[in-house]
């Protein structure tokens, strides 16, 4: 059975020493379909770039598949002198409520213009809440020196003006956030809350919190010539969902800039709403 290059990587950085399943074995993937932490995903692909990026996007089962742990593995390779990133859209209709994903990587590993992101969308609140997105994001932002790899956001944040107010970068030990961490966000009406922990479960050490509440002035969200109404705490939609996607920035070329594959594994996802 071939053994992948990239994962060959990630087990060394990791230093991990549990048995994970080649891609070809594709456990909880049926077609475009991925079922993970007992919910049904849609691996998002397409035949040109899309956004975020934008990006090729990989439908291939080598580079989003679950292994036989139920953990579900994401990655940026190249096939056939093409780059592809890899996103899964959930099916589900969520909310208001606590989403915490228990993650296996190594952030501070990554290439600067690499993003690993968990967060929630929606195709139809453009223009009453720009999109309804929370996020938690894993990146350098196209800086080499970074050291705050871990993003916290509410959108829009850069989407038209600047909005610093919108999202904060932590400062984690590199240490306690190789390997395996628990990260989380509550989402309420009136009030957003951020923590990251070390470890399996929200029990472990805290490692990073933040709060954004109904105290901040109100943003529009643009692209091109449209714009969403003001916007403090977007609400959710009627077709919200959870994301996962392990994607690039076109800072320099398309890819990563230092030209390795890259792989995460998200061992958990669980939503409770409120």
């Not at 993003?115 to 929370?134: A, I």
Request: net charge negative.
């Amino acid at each position: 059975m071939k053994t992948h290059y990239y994962i060959s990587i990630v087990l060394v950085l990791l230093g991990l020493s549990c048995k994970q399943s080649n891609p070809e074995d594709a456990l909880g993937r049926v077609g475009d379909e991925v079922t993970f932490a007992g919910r049904k995903w849609d691996v998002k692909w397409g035949n040109e770039p899309m956004g975020p990026g934008p990006n090729m996007f990989s439908r291939l089962y080598k580079d989003v598949w679950v292994d036989e742990n139920g953990w579900l593995h994401l990655a940026v390779a190249q096939h056939d002198g093409v780059w592809y990133s890899s996103e899964v859209v959930g099916r589900d209709n969520l909310g208001y409520g606590t989403y915490t994903w228990t993650i296996q990587a190594d952030p501070m590993s990554f290439s600067e213009n690499v993003v690993f992101g968990l967060f929630t969308w929606d195709d139809s609140t453009f223009y009453t809440d720009g999109n309804s997105e929370v996020d938690i994001e894993f990146a350098k932002w196209g800086d080499t020196a970074s050291t705050t790899p871990t993003t916290f956001s509410v959108q829009p944040v850069a989407f038209g003006a600047y909005y610093a107010e919108r999202t904060r970068e932590r400062a984690v030990d590199p240490n306690k956030l190789k390997g395996v961490t628990t990260h989380q966000f509550t989402w309420t009406d009136t009030l957003i809350t951020w923590a990251s922990y070390a470890g399996e479960t929200i029990s472990g050490e805290p490692l990073a919190t933040w709060d954004f509440d109904l105290n901040h002035p109100p943003r529009r969200k643009k692209e091109g010539d449209i714009q969403s109404l003001p916007i403090v705490i977007p609400k959710p939609g009627a077709n919200t969902n959870a994301r996962m996607n392990l994607w690039t920035l076109p800072y320099t070329t398309l890819g990563p800039n230092n030209q390795l594959e890259h792989e995460v594994v998200i061992r958990s996802f669980a939503y409770e709403p409120l």
